[in-house]
């Protein structure tokens, strides 16, 4: 029943892994190559997930496993990804909200978030963008609960320092920043 | 008194019982600090969510969901098949493989595209390209030779110069495809050919614009690649093959003895 329930669910949730794994590969080949390979992997792992627990989170988990080991590789063939930034500037493009100190507001909230350290982006990406809870997203990660919740507070400390520094947008949001 | 982060927290996202907020405030007058980290926080209070969802991300491929379901297919397949516990991975497995002769699974050319633009890495690229493909779906591959002519020639005319590709099929091998890649905005043909056995082998030729360049063979991630440069063009033979048999093949192909075919003025 529970690969029934896996091969259920799977198409329902390939957009929210595509987008995981661009936010993860910040490069659309990468991520389709990595969506790809998590779907194999899960569909031969099937017997192993649990019914009832998070799908979603499970299939994270073996997303971000498989990428760790391909940056691991890809540094042991000491492959650079000069372009990654590039390319991610197009991704990240405009966003669509119509009130112009939205978009600036949300630009830099992403912007900020890309500049964090990777394991505190990730924590972000993943408590604060995806949802999960502190519990799933130290799943995912394979860390203790106590190092997400200090993650995402550096995290979020760190964000809010840059915001303090240039907080135009948003103080033209909030009413200023006290 | 002591205020907890979590109970500033809860202050500065506006979840605190109203006699705590006035315990927290009393709290805040008195402490410089605790003022400065409830800035921080208030200011760390942010639409992350509304953020990243209003990105304009690249859409799903088209052909993602489709081998995605093709698999899930085939996982349904290999499990009525075969028996449980171990043997029903194998089943998998086999039936994965099997998918790949039906052209099910799709090796990503634009994986190129992540790759520096120093040459070396090129090589990389189409080495980690080749190391993807099994010999299925090339087995009853063909090449329609106008098509592969045309485009050869429109290859050659976009590389700005005259290129000369040496014709394997001499040495028992078939051609099984043509086909065009880009590699950091420079084209590049990617021929794949088939012998009566083992994996495919690939013969890459980049528009380089640089000076002729001897033929040198090393191994790649696992497969051998020679390289040789020449008239303005870099050619990369790639394989699974022995480096020695590799290099053999190679140096028919880079030393003018094998017929050619494509020549830059052909028609």
């Known amino acids: ?178 | 008194m002591t205020v907890s982060e979590t109970m500033l927290r809860a202050y500065v996202d506006g979840e605190l019982e109203p006699i705590d907020v006035e315990r927290v405030e009393k709290a805040l007058e008195a402490s410089e600090e605790l003022r400065v980290q409830a800035r921080l926080m208030r200011a760390s209070c942010l639409p992350y969510r509304a953020a990243f969802e209003a990105q304009r991300l690249p859409p799903m491929p088209a052909g993602l969901q489709q081998r995605v379901e093709s698999w899930i297919a085939l996982a349904d397949e290999s499990k009525r098949e075969i028996a449980p516990g171990r043997r029903r991975w194998l089943g998998f497995g086999a039936a994965v493989a099997a998918s790949f002769a039906m052209g099910l699974w799709m090796p990503l050319p634009w994986r190129l595209g992540t790759v520096s633009k120093d040459d070396p890495t090129w090589i990389q690229a189409v080495a980690r390209y080749q190391a993807l493909y099994a010999r299925q779906p090339f087995d009853r591959a063909s090449v329609e030779p106008k098509q592969a002519r045309e485009m050869l020639a429109a290859f050659a005319a976009q590389g700005g110069g005259r290129v000369s590709i040496p014709d394997l099929r001499p040495l028992g091998l078939t051609l099984r495809r043509v086909q065009r890649l880009t590699v950091h905005d420079r084209p590049l043909i990617h021929m794949e050919y088939l012998a009566a056995h083992g994996m495919p082998m690939s013969l890459c030729v980049l528009a380089a614009g640089s000076v002729d360049a001897a033929l040198v063979t090393r191994s790649v991630d696992g497969m051998g690649v020679s390289i040789w440069r020449r008239g303005g063009f870099e050619f990369a033979l790639v394989s699974d093959r022995p480096p020695s048999e590799l290099a053999g093949i190679a140096s028919k192909a880079a030393s003018g003895e094998l017929p050619w075919l494509y020549q830059s003025g052909d028609s």
């Open chain 1, 1 to 178: 029943l529970a690969n029934d329930e896996l091969q259920r669910q799977l198409p329902q949730l390939l957009p929210r892994l595509w987008r995981f794994a661009l936010r993860l590969t910040r490069e659309r080949s990468d991520a389709e190559d990595l969506v790809q390979r998590c779907c194999l992997r899960a569909l031969e792992r099937r017997l192993q997930w649990r019914p009832g627990s998070a799908l979603l989170s499970w299939l994270f988990s073996i997303m971000h496993t498989i990428w760790l080991n391909e940056l691991r590789a890809r540094q042991r063939r000491r492959e650079c990804s000069l372009d990654w930034e590039d390319e991610w500037a197009d991704v990240i493009a405009d966003v669509g909200a119509e009130d112009p100190s939205l978009r600036v507001l949300y630009r830099q909230v992403v912007t900020a978030v890309e500049m964090l350290p990777e394991a505190q982006r990730l924590v972000i990406v993943l408590v604060d963008v995806e949802g999960l809870s502190y519990k799933e997203t130290a799943e995912v990660l394979a860390v203790p609960i106590g190092t997400v919740m200090s993650r995402l507070a550096r995290a979020r400390g760190t964000v809010g320092q840059r915001f303090l520094q240039a907080p135009e947008a948003h103080a033209q949001r909030k009413g200023g920043i006290r």
